[in-house]
């Protein structure tokens, strides 16, 4: 369902200071604060109306700003992406800069006040004001476009190097979209020279009303422009576009176009001859496979991916939470669980070795928040006091919930269930973190079968925002609410997945896998083999996604879908060769493929296992795939996930969602 329509409403603010009233426009959308404003046409008529009052008026200054927790979140991406011919695309771009560019040549000052997410179009607004105030409460502020297989469109790849610099305006525009949609909080925007003032968001407004009256009374000096780069114009834009091929591997267009349109912004061009290049990029880009993908993959991450599953059942409270497990992946869930819960925790190994790593571990993680002034050193102390560490089990009676982080080893994982069993209520929700293991198998056996569940995190935990909720064949649907809740207040993205082996993104992964390997020991090399995958601008080579996973890990998940799938998943040497410790790829035929071929393989293998996905009812639909792959792997929104580009190829009909 589509938000309510954004509006542009103008009141009239009388202040002693001035002769003339000030003009205060909030972009509102009469909604809650869940939903954001964004820019579509009903919004641009209300503008241009507005627009006639500031024009004809006679105001001292405007002040614009948003309702609460929004200033705006850019183009209504639904309407925009219905432009998706050359000639609309051309003239929704048009539009915005008219419009803007009409808010710019008001002949008195004007301030753009970002008091909430200001993303996109919301940014290229407040550009096209004389100053900007933004609240230290602002944690998004980011134009993500070159995630989404396009460019901002509405002025942004003009003003931004114009007000900031090329490297500045490099990183902001092209390589933090790149880098999963990375943001700028408030702070960091004023720092960067994007806003005037950083204010508290208690008196906001009043406190941006006031900056403008300054401006009435003590015109804004003319800005010197953006220092120009310590390294010339034309290396800083050479080093970024090899930043860009390290990324993306020339697989997606809209970041090489930006690049473009930021260099011609500093080498020359008028604000009109910018207006018109955005434009013809805007054309050539929106009614692409990569922008009609990417704005698919968009609206699976912040609508689909949202949801909640229907369930006859309320999530349980959990108030203390017990992790069983030391180890690296262990030591990452417990931090995180610490910062986002704030609730006691209790974690559990055979030794004291590794509780000794983890605390230093989490006393350092808190450490590095206090200096980066997250956090002030009072609030470390109580973070820390809130854990226990323990070679126990009795210290879990109490908690709520506990996660196993063990070896992936069944029997080892059966035991620890057993005897938590032993000590925790019967309501306690007994979570897995297995990477590929039946949740099913795990609770046979045990007296409450239907409180265990799957929640399967991703490594980095603090960056891949996924977990797989695995429910297994006893698993009950309070036990699915309260992982659900829990990953929610983790700030993760859970996805409900039936219990099958490796779930769906590992499962994916490793078909993937199991192709480059068989290339390998057809006498392909390394170099080959990632250079064939790499083409379709993955964040990174299966050589080091192999390295980051382990081999030894791999190598399990391997042989769990051998065991079960052993036409799809054939056992590999060189694999188990890498998890022994030795480098050696095990050739059993010199019949090395062409990089074209190796591609092909993969993309036909991931096609086949979806299906097979579908068949088995492990998710319901290729959408929740397509969600699981870019939350969890990181996978390009230009591919649409992966079944948007199947279908594109051709390569897939069964993908359509």
Request: aromatic fraction near 6%; charge should be negative.
């Amino acid at each position: 369902m589509s938000n309510p329509p954004t509006q542009f409403k103008l009141a009239r603010v009388a202040r002693p200071e001035l002769e003339r009233p000030l003009a205060l426009v909030t972009i509102d959308n009469g909604a809650d604060h869940t939903k954001p404003t964004v820019f579509g046409r009903s919004a641009f008529e209300s503008l241009e109306h507005v627009l006639g009052e500031l024009e004809g008026g006679d105001w001292a200054a405007l002040v614009i700003t948003g309702k609460p927790y929004f200033f705006s979140a850019g183009a209504d991406l639904e309407e925009f992406s219905l432009r998706a011919v050359p000639e609309l695309a051309r003239e929704g771009s048009g539009t915005g800069h008219e419009l803007f560019g009409r808010i710019h040549a008001l002949p008195y000052p004007t301030v753009a006040a970002i008091n909430g997410a200001c993303l996109g179009g919301g940014v290229e607004l407040a550009l096209h004001c004389d100053a900007r105030t933004i609240s230290t409460g602002v944690r998004h502020f980011a134009c993500p476009e070159c995630l989404l297989g396009i460019v901002p469109g509405w002025g942004g790849t003009q003003l931004v190097p114009r007000l900031v610099g090329a490297e500045t305006a490099i990183e902001f525009v092209v390589e933090r979209p790149l880098r999963q949609n990375r943001m700028l909080d408030g702070r960091r925007a004023q720092e960067l020279g994007f806003a005037d003032r950083l204010l508290e968001p208690a008196e906001f407004v009043d406190e941006s009303i006031a900056y403008a009256v300054e401006l009435v009374t003590r015109p804004l000096e003319t800005r010197p422009g953006a220092r120009p780069p310590d390294t010339p114009l034309v290396d800083v834009f050479q080093r970024a576009r090899a930043r860009v091929d390290d990324a993306v591997h020339g697989a997606a267009l809209a970041p090489y176009r930006a690049l473009d349109l930021i260099e011609g912004a500093l080498s020359g061009w008028s604000l009109e001859d910018g207006y018109r290049a955005e434009e013809d990029a805007i054309a050539d880009l929106l009614p692409s496979p990569q922008a009609q993908a990417s704005l698919y993959a968009f609206d699976l991450v912040e609508r689909r991916a949202k949801k909640q599953p229907i369930l006859d059942a309320e999530p349980r409270p959990v108030t203390k939470i017990g992790i069983v497990g030391a180890g690296l992946m262990a030591t990452q869930l417990a931090a995180l669980f610490l910062r986002r819960l704030e609730l006691p925790l209790v974690i559990a190994d055979v030794d004291e070795p590794p509780l000794e790593r983890a605390r230093a571990a989490i006393g350092a993680e808190l450490k590095g928040l206090v200096a980066k002034g997250r956090y002030d050193e009072g609030k470390a102390r109580f973070l820390a006091s809130l854990v226990q560490t323990t070679t126990g089990r009795a210290e879990f009676a109490g908690c709520e919930l506990v996660l196993e982080a063990v070896f992936e080893q069944l029997e080892l994982k059966r035991t620890v269930f057993a005897e938590l069993e032993a000590v925790v209520a019967p309501s306690c929700v007994l979570a897995t973190n297995t990477s590929a293991l039946s949740v099913t198998d795990m609770a046979a056996g045990l007296e409450h079968p239907e409180r265990v569940v799957g929640m399967h995190f991703f490594n980095p935990v603090a960056l891949l925002p996924l977990v797989e909720v695995v429910r297994g064949e006893r698993t009950d649907d309070a036990t699915v609410a309260t992982a659900f809740e829990l990953a929610t207040k983790l700030r993760k993205r859970p996805l409900l997945v039936q219990d099958a082996p490796a779930f769906v993104v590992n499962r994916i992964l490793t078909r993937l896998l199991s192709v480059v390997l068989a290339a390998l020991e057809r006498g392909n090399t390394i170099e080959e083999t990632d250079e064939a995958i790499l083409r379709l601008g993955l964040p990174m080579a299966p050589s080091v996604l192999l390295q980051l996973v382990g081999p030894r890990v791999a190598l399990h998940v391997l042989e769990t879908l051998h065991a079960a799938y052993p036409d799809r998943f054939p056992v590999s040497q060189t694999l188990a060769n890498y998890a022994e410790g030795r480098e050696q790829i095990s050739v059993v035929d010199q019949s090395p493929l062409a990089p074209d071929e190796i591609l092909e393989t993969a993309l036909a293998a991931i096609a086949d296992e979806i299906r097979h996905l579908l068949d088995e009812g492990v998710v319901p639909v290729a959408a929740d795939v397509d969600t699981a792959l870019i939350l969890g792997a990181g996978f390009p929104f230009w591919l649409g996930g992966i079944s948007k580009h199947l279908e594109q190829l051709g390569i897939s009909e069964r993908m359509a969602s």
